[in-house]
């Protein structure tokens, strides 16, 4: 069985960072891309970032691009999402999510993701 697990988010002030990191676990994902999305009350879900199957290309939000950055360690089947300088309006339920097939490329569409974690809360206070 395939599971998702995220952590690192919490509470936090305007300017100060996080990193929060994604557990994949039930099978290897060593070829699949992996990508964080975040919702905020009342809004749909965003993206926020893609990492290729190697990590070598990412892809960016226009919202978050500079300040936020994706990784991967394909060793341990685990995604990293860095965030920087972060403001009240990056206050969210981020959720990683990975394909569930072979993709050399950045997925940017929620529809195309197969697997997902049960989120963690991001609340910046201003």
């Known amino acids: 069985q395939v599971q998702l697990v995220e952590s690192g988010g919490g509470l936090v002030q305007a300017g100060d960072s996080l990193r929060l990191s994604c557990a994949a676990s039930?099978?290897?994902?060593?070829?699949?891309?992996m990508g964080w999305f975040r919702q905020a009350p009342g809004k749909e879900r965003e993206f926020v970032a893609s990492?290729?199957?190697?990590?070598?290309?990412?892809w960016y939000a226009d919202s978050v691009k500079g300040r936020f950055t994706i990784s991967r360690d394909v060793a341990v089947n685990t995604v990293y999402l860095q965030m920087n300088s972060l403001k009240p309006e990056d206050t969210a339920v981020y959720y990683c999510?990975?394909?569930?097939?072979?993709?050399?490329?950045?997925?940017?569409?929620?529809?195309?993701?197969?697997?997902w974690g049960q989120g963690t809360q991001v609340t910046v206070s201003s």
């Open positions: 990492a290729s199957w190697n990590g070598i290309n990412t």
């Open positions: 999510a990975v394909t569930g097939y072979s993709i050399s490329s950045c997925v940017t569409d929620h529809r195309r993701y197969d697997y």
């Open positions: 039930g099978r290897t994902f060593s070829s699949f891309a």
